[in-house]
């Protein structure tokens, strides 16, 4: 049982190249969640998918696009990327039963835009 | 908007001592409060959590307590050990509202021998 994992664990990109972050789940979870985390800050929601087909913007979804296609993945994606998205991005999925249920988080994914 | 709030930013503790960190938020709207352990390199992982209706839970040499009249939760950890020091996050999450879920900015915890 592998939980959340995410891919690549690190990458290096160019300013103005693109990239997707892959992250899959094998715990059945409907919902899923990207977070990105900065120094000396908590983690600040980009976007969540509440189900297969659906997603919603978090707090800070500028520059980036996500797509859930399959229940077990969610993928980021940075179209443009910028050197302010420069970041530790971190996955992570839950049940949604009527109350909140806690999160799984994968052990992320260290980004750098030069 | 929601605003979390969390103290210390930083915490050094002789070990076997105990260690608290509080947070206070400022919106009513929520019935659930976790607590996550964040190791170096390593995704948050969640250590307890609690319920608006119960005002104190405890696992081992963790509690987490709630007033949510004053509207903050505190974690609470005792005989404090090596393997406690890390970095721990609150999290406010809105009634059964994934775009609410707002993260404290966290404490880092470290343990001295």
């Known amino acids: 049982n592998a939980g959340v994992t995410q891919t690549p664990k690190f990458r290096v990109l160019k300013t103005g190249q693109s990239m997707t972050l892959l992250c899959a789940q094998d715990?059945?979870?409907?919902?899923m969640y990207w977070y990105r985390q900065d120094p000396g800050m908590g983690l600040r929601l980009i976007h969540y998918?509440?189900?297969?087909?659906?997603?919603a913007k978090g707090e800070v979804p500028d520059g980036y696009n996500v797509s859930r296609l399959k229940k077990q993945n969610f993928l980021l994606g940075l179209e443009s990327a910028a050197p302010s998205q420069t970041s530790v991005y971190f996955c992570?999925?839950?049940?949604?039963?009527?109350?909140?249920?806690?999160?799984?988080f994968g052990d992320g994914t260290r980004l750098s835009i030069l | 908007g929601e605003n979390v709030e969390q103290h210390p930013s930083t915490l050094s503790v002789q070990e076997g001592d105990s260690a608290v960190i509080k947070c206070t938020y400022s919106?009513?709207?929520?019935?659930?409060f976790p607590w996550y352990k964040q190791e170096l390199g390593k995704g948050p992982q969640l250590i307890i959590d609690?319920?608006?209706?119960?005002g104190e839970k405890k696992d081992q040499r963790i509690a987490v307590t709630l007033n949510k009249t004053a509207k903050h939760f505190s974690l609470h950890i005792t005989e404090t050990q090596p393997e406690d020091s890390a970095v721990y996050f609150c999290?406010?999450?809105?009634?059964?509202?994934?775009?609410?879920?707002?993260f404290g900015s966290g404490t880092r915890l470290s343990i001295r021998p």
């Open positions: 998918s509440v189900g297969e087909g659906t997603t």
């Open positions: 715990m059945n979870h409907e919902y």
């Open positions: 992570a999925s839950s049940y949604m039963l009527r109350e909140n249920q806690p999160q799984h």
């Open positions: 919106d009513s709207a929520s019935n659930y």
């Open positions: 999290v406010f999450t809105g009634y059964s509202s994934a775009s609410k879920i707002i």
């Open positions: 609690i319920r608006s209706n119960v």
